[in-house]
T-cell receptor
């Protein structure tokens, strides 16, 4: 079955540590996205990539980094510079401009 | 003014009721509109996708777009307890290289048996 796989489902991080969230899609989509979801704030865009080896900052990119070395993979690193990293992180993809986006099941990150 | 406004609710209805969920937007460049359903602690699931004014029906769900009023709606007929979730509207631009989707904050719906 085609879809988007995020791993792990739950992740715990100590303060000061970097952590990487995985996102893989087998839909052959060109564009991929990372969103952060906090209670009462909706989805906020962190980074997006329209094509391999290219990505753009979203609305809240500070403290995050990404790479897009393969079409099917778009990992997100939450660095120690991110002041409030505890959140639900969602990865999405679509075929490109104006097309519907599909989401993974999310990773819940907790800083302990 | 925010680009997309959505009443967060919560909205509580009895089983079998018709539910109306709405979003307004300010940017006339939006041409593609989506509705997602999100269960607690899960990723959003695409329900409806439209790219023109008018109605689109899929089973118990009807999406309505009124570009002249910058207003979109999702209607759920014969609502079921399994419809209890947060509903998100989303929209995107029609031109240029901006692939960004803009979301409403979501409406929390509870359907009571």
């Amino acid at each position: 079955d085609g879809g988007i796989t995020q791993s792990p489902k739950y992740l715990f991080r100590k303060e000061g540590q970097n952590v990487t969230l995985s996102c893989e899609q087998n839909l052959n989509h060109d564009a991929m996205y990372w969103y952060r979801q906090d209670p009462g704030q909706g989805l906020r865009l962190i980074y997006y990539s329209q094509i391999v080896n290219d990505f753009q900052k979203g609305d809240i990119a500070e403290g995050y980094s990404v790479s897009r070395e393969k079409k099917e993979s778009f990992p997100l690193t939450v660095t120690s510079a991110q002041k409030n990293p505890t959140a639900f992180y969602l990865c999405a993809s679509n075929r490109g401009l104006g097309t519907e986006a599909f989401f993974g099941q999310g990773t819940r990150l907790t800083v302990v | 003014q925010k680009e997309v406004e959505q009443d967060p609710g919560p909205l509580s209805v009895p089983e079998g009721a018709i539910v109306s969920l709405n979003c307004t937007y300010s940017n006339s460049a939006f041409q593609y509109f989506m509705w997602y359903r999100q269960y607690s602690r899960k990723g959003p699931e695409l329900l409806m996708y439209t790219y023109s004014s008018g109605n689109k029906e899929d089973g118990r769900f009807t999406a309505q777009v009124d570009k002249s009023s910058k207003y979109i709606s999702l209607f759920i007929r014969d609502s079921q307890p399994s419809d209890s979730a947060t509903y998100l509207c989303a929209m995107s631009y029609s031109g240029g290289s901006n692939y960004k989707l803009t979301f409403g904050k979501g409406t929390l719906l509870t359907v009571n048996p």
